[in-house]
């Protein structure tokens, strides 16, 4: 009887554990032969986000340059390294391009099948094009996936889960929401993948309020405009088609996310991980108490950041300082986090306020203001967008960028900490993975076209009853309302352990896995095994990926940049194949 892997998710993720199998097989599984399960609906490689049926306009949030699927020697792995070509080197685009996902979902395909190629003839790769729906069987013996519309499940000796982004079952607000909008003949589109969604309720000219002011509403404000056969001309001025709906966007925020810086990196990078790095990590590990975001982590990240800041400002824009790096290092690292002497001495070392690094003024743009009107209000957002735009560009702000280094690197970090709640996540995103640029000056054409009108932060939903209209509000316009027939949550689903919209991931936490308080499923950052609610770790389970979590930054890794999720898919291909062997070993000896 061959030894089995059943992997769950043929996407990126499980394309890249694919990779690391291939890699290590050798020498910690040798010639013995093995069957290899790939389960996913969707084609492997690209599954879901990057399958090749979807609109051309919807792009990747990452330069061509910056997206490989291949290990280097800066990730921090044990098994063999494997180099390859980023997505630019392979396709030939230009690198600083943001492609289509559909490119994208072609380059994966590429990957997944090199990495079949790759493994011995002794393994044989098995394509499921079905859902998972359900997996079962003993700790210590063998797991059972059933797959829908099949009546005899998969059977093997491990599993690994590698589902990707995943869908919720609506909460009670959704759903109250829902049932408004079925009795009163309107459109309401709940959390969701936009490239998911039915847009065609959505009418020519009718008034859309759309909460949510992220990626999701990039995907949905390029379909229902150049989707609907909008034009940009050459200067950028947008020519509506007439089918446009009117989209009233608003957040909790109430501006989008911050671009993509579009320079590159020159000249001497910060020496991290600084303040928040490997030896923090285990100090705060030790105790007994799990570690509290705000009170234990938070200001050794505020500290990380604030260094890789004053770090390019002193060695980039010395004009800009006071004194010598040197002995305002030795200051800054004296002084402790977010103290009145690390304010003083910044203040001395930096003087203009508008070069000192503010996390909670970057993470509230709008607090305070408030806008006499609407009106008022689309000129205070566009100027906003507009001052965004230039700074992202303009290398004299590269301090920016070495503040964008140390967000990846704080996150690299905290995956070892686990589940640290749903704020940092949020915040890394608006400050890190926002649309590019190309992308918000189509937006400020669209807001001058009256295509899109701004709500502002705080922005509050209800439903009127007694108009049969939902009605949408915001702190930054107090007392002004927007009425509408049609409401779209433009935002991924929130995972949750109580309505997963997946059938397995049920079955899962039905049997006992154990859940963080985001809803993410509980996995040993070590080596990915799933957690029960005991705290101890599935032997034959494993699970990768954003719904767990050990998340990653982003969707893919920049070359160069220790690859958190190569480290994760590493380890686990190595903790799946010595597991494999070791129970050969156990079986040839009975």
């Known amino acids: 009887m061959n030894a089995s892997v059943v992997v769950v998710g043929a996407g990126p993720r499980g394309t890249g554990l694919l990779e690391r199998l291939a890699a290590n097989l050798p020498l910690l599984y040798g010639d013995r032969p093995l069957d290899i399960h790939l389960v996913d609906p969707h084609p492997a490689g690209g599954g879901r986000i990057w399958r090749a049926d979807q609109s051309p306009l919807l792009w990747m949030n990452s330069m061509a340059e910056d997206v490989t699927m291949f290990t280097d020697d800066t990730v921090p792995q044990d098994g063999p390294v494997r180099p390859g070509p980023t997505l ?103 959390p969701a993948f936009t490239a998911d969604s039915d847009l065609t309720p959505l009418r020519p000219g009718a008034p859309v309020i759309v909460r949510g002011f ?78 509290d975001f705000r009170r234990d982590l938070w200001p050794l990240i505020d500290k990380e950041l604030g260094f890789a800041h004053y770090h390019r400002l002193f060695t980039a824009h010395p004009e800009r300082t ?5 002995d305002f290092e030795e200051k800054y690292a004296a002084a402790d986090p977010g103290s009145p002497a690390l304010g003083a001495l910044i203040a001395a070392a930096v003087p203009d306020p508008a070069d000192r690094l503010d996390l909670e003024a970057l993470d509230h743009p709008l607090d305070g203001l408030r806008f006499t009107s609407y009106e008022s209000l689309q000129d205070g957002l566009r100027a906003h967008i507009r001052s965004d735009l230039t700074r992202r560009h303009d290398p004299g702000h590269s301090a920016d960028l070495a503040v964008f280094l140390g967000l990846l690197s704080v996150y690299g970090q905290l995956l070892r900490v686990g589940d640290v709640g749903g704020w940092w996540h949020g915040f890394f995103s608006f400050l890190a993975s926002g649309p590019p640029g190309p992308r918000l000056r189509q937006l400020l054409a669209l807001s001058d076209a009256g295509v899109v009108r701004f709500l502002g932060a705080g922005v509050t939903v209800e439903a009127d009853e007694a108009r049969g209209v939902f009605r949408a509000g915001s702190a930054s316009v107090p007392g002004r309302w927007i009425e509408a027939t049609a409401l779209v949550e433009a935002r991924l689903p929130e995972p949750s352990a109580e309505r997963p919209g997946s059938p397995l991931l049920r079955s899962l936490y039905e049997e006992g896995a154990g859940a963080a308080d985001t809803g993410l ?27 767990t979590v050990a998340r990653a930054a982003g969707a893919f890794t920049r070359p160069r940049t220790g690859g958190a999720a190569f480290r994760q898919n590493d380890a686990t291909a190595r903790a799946a194949l010595s597991f494999l062997r070791d129970l050969a070993c156990r079986r040839l000896s009975a």
């Open 322 to 326: 006071r004194g010598a790096w040197a």
């Open 88 to 190: 630019a080197e392979w396709s030939g685009l230009d690198g600083r391009v943001f492609p289509s996902r559909r490119a994208q979902g072609a380059y994966l395909r590429w990957v997944y099948e090199g990495a079949v190629a790759a493994l011995p003839p002794t393994v044989t790769v098995h394509e499921h094009r079905a859902r998972a729906t359900r997996l079962s069987g003993p700790r210590e013996g063998r797991q059972r996936v059933w797959l829908e519309g099949r009546t005899e499940p998969l059977v093997a000796d491990l599993v690994v889960l590698a589902l990707g982004h995943l869908d919720a079952e609506p909460d009670a607000e959704q759903r109250e929401l829902a049932d408004f909008a079925d009795r009163h003949g309107l459109v309401h589109l709940p």
């Open 521 to 547: 499923l509980q996995v040993d950052p070590a080596d990915g095994r799933i957690l029960g609610r005991d705290g101890r770790a599935h032997p034959r389970r494993f699970a990768l990926g954003p719904f």
């Open 214 to 291: 992220g990626l999701a509403f990039v995907d949905l404000m390029a379909l229902l405009t150049e989707g609907r056969g909008g034009r940009y001309d050459a200067d950028g001025t947008y020519h509506p088609s007439g089918r446009e709906p009117v989209l009233y966007v608003g957040s909790r925020r109430g501006v989008p996310y911050h671009s993509k810086i579009g320079y590159t990196w020159t000249g001497e990078r910060p020496p991290l991980p600084r303040f928040f790095g490997p030896a923090e990590v285990d100090a705060l590990l030790s105790r007994p108490a799990r570690p």
